[in-house]
């Protein structure tokens, strides 16, 4: 094994150590929950709606109307008209937001003891449903950490821009919810430092499994915290070699151990790497996904309204202006746009053991906003309003399957927020459900088995699995 190879190698058992690793000497699990309810009640936060005209910085710009920031940066809501093959519906309008620069989420992790640790933030969001949620170290937008606001620089910024001495870990572009962004990407980082740093107010060490063990509670830790650890590399092993002891011992958690295999075994997936790239490629060259621009006030079916955009129909979501008051944020008090969402939404794996290894039933899904029209998703990802009439089982693929599954199927069943920053109080329900060994392997032409191996190496690519599949994905526990 060459130097760069034990590196790697070191590096993917530092992580699984530190996901295996529920113990911590510096906060416990529950000590965590009683900091974001103490952080909740002495954080001053007022979120209240306002008509678009009363906004402070921001507008409809006269030349092609699309509601913007007065400096140009952060993000701006415009209008597009799409057009694709895929679905039902050829062509549709929606507005959408378009955020050009790519944002930093990144964590900052030290070595104790042979343990990785990861510094967590208790971030507030003007979106979230209980506004204290668990972050990354550093989440932030070119425009934060440019000062444009004219605030104080994010907290650990330093870290992020200049990594000489700080070794990384991970590092990744990922993308952001294709249906409400239009081919936005963030950088995905993690990176280790010398243990001395000064933990501030609002921060505090957790191993990776305490962080999954938050994920078992709805709406605890944030989509930028789920995105940042679903990339996270545990290692490829032959399934001969691999020895549980070296890892779990001979105790623990029978299912755990399962997905431990899942996610480490290379040799008994139903389809080769290349099988599954073909699959891929073959339906981005079937199906189409194109877009032009369009004024707000031209979008057919959508209306512009005092205090909202909204469909006409009352469908999907609603674009709201808001004036934010969060008493510890860089800048303490300021408006801007969210979207709300009408309903929740539903995302859902199935698995089902397959050569004796679990496999994730996975698809391939066009959303509007998509950088390459195809990315990777969940079997089931819907709002809940797709399911109320019996034509959804004809037209969503697994849905009565979902719906359906007996309690002792769901092996993960949670409420999971959207980013705060950008959407106002969106929720999903995460779901992993195994199925049946009678469940047929034959699957529509836009679906496939994969190992969590499989899915692993996906996510190491940009635009491959969207935010929905990485989210469930994350919470995966071995213990």
Known sequence: MDQHA???RNTELLFLKSALTLQNPFNTTEEVLQWIRKRNNEVEVKVAQLPFDKMLGWG?????YRLEHESGKFFFISGIEVRTNWGEKPVWDQPIINQPEIGYLGFITREIKGILYFLIQAKIEPGNVNYVQLSPTLQATKSNYTQVH?????SYIEYFLDRKNNQVLLDQLQSEQGARFLKKRNRNIIIKVD????????????TLGQIKELMKIDNVVNMDTRTVISGIPYGSIASEALDFSEFVGNAGNQIGKKMLRSE?????ALFSFNQIIHWFTNLKTIYELNFNIKSLEKLQEWDVQESRITHKE?????VIAVNVHISNREVTSWDQPLIKPLEHGLCAFLIKEINGVIHFLVQAKVESGNFDILEMAPTVQCITGSYKNEKSFANLHFLKDVLDAEPEQLLYDTLQSEEGGRFYREQNRNLIIK???TFPLEVPENYIWMTLNQLKKFILFNNYLNIQARSIISSISFN
């Open 314 to 318: 009352h469908k999907y979501f609603d």
């Open 195 to 206: 243990p001395q740093l000064e933990v501030l107010e609002d921060f505090c060490w957790l």
């Open 264 to 268: 480490l075994v290379t040799d008994k």
């Open 150 to 154: 004219k605030g104080k620089r994010p």
């Open 435 to 437: 199925v049946s060994e």
């Open 60 to 64: 409809f710009a006269d030349k092609n």
């Open 6 to 8: 034990k590196i790697q």
